[in-house]
C-alpha cells in the first residue's frame, strides 16, 4: 500500500463532523465547559433512544398510542381507556405505592395490548424504562434454557429488576407446572420490591386465580381497582372494529 493510501485509510478513523450525530459533543454526550462535564442538549434524545432499544418494543407496536385509539364505541372499552389514561397521569405518583399496576383482561381483540402499548410508549416518551415480555414467547425461551444457569438468570433479573414489566397475553396457551413457576419468581420479585407491571390477559380474575392463586392474589393487589375486564363477542376489533 502506498504511503498516501496509508494516510487516507487512517483519517477514515478520524470521523468527519458530518459523520458524527450530534457534532456538538462528538457523540460523547458531554461537553467540557472551562473543565467541567456538562451534559450535551442531544443527551436526552440519546437516552431516549436507548430506553426504546432495550424495551424490546417493535415500531409496529411503537404505532399503538391513546391518539389512535377509538374509545366512543362502547362503554367497557371507554372505561378501560379512561383507566389507562388515569395510569399513566399518575405513574409517578403511584410507582412506590403497593397499588402501582394495571390489568387488561378478558376479550379477544378488544384492544387490551394496544392500551397497553399505549401506556408503555407514553411513560418511555417520559423518559421511563418499559421491558415487553411477549407471555409465551418468553417462557417457552427460558424454559428451553433452563439448564443454563447463566442465561437463566440473566434472563429472569431482566423481568424482575426493569423499571416497568409490560406482560403481553398472560396465561395463552396451555399451562404446565414449571410456566407458571416462572410467572410466580417474576411476580412474587416485583410484588416484593413494589415494581410495577402492566399485564394483558384473556382470562378473567377468577380464570388467573384458577390458574395459580399465588400469582393472581398478588397480581390483583398491585393492580387492585385497575383490574379492567371486558366482555362482550362484539368487541372483537379484529372482527367488528
Ligand atoms: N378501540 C380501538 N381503537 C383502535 N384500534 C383498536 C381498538 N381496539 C383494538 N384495536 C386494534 O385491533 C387489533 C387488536 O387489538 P389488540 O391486539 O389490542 O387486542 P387484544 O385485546 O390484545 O387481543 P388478544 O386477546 O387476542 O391479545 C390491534 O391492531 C389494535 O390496534
Ligand atoms: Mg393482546
Ligand atoms: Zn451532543
Redesign the pocket.
Known sequence: MKKSENLKESLKVLKSDSEYRCDKCRDMTFIIDDGVAIPCECRALREAEEILKRSGISSEFRN?TFD????L?DVQ?MEAYKVARGYVRDFERIEKSRNNSIM?MG?????????SLAIANTLMDRGVGVLYMGYRDSVVRIKQNIMDQAYYHREMNRYKNCRVLLVD?LFKGSITGSDVNVMFEIVNYRYFNGLPVIV?C?KGVEGILDIDEGVGSRLVEMCKERCVEIRGKKLN??VY?
Open positions: 399503538k389512535n385509539f377509538n374509545y364505541n372499552v387488561f376479550q379477544v381483540g378488544c384492544g387490551k395490548t394496544h392500551l397475553d394483558s384473556e376489533y379484529r372494529g
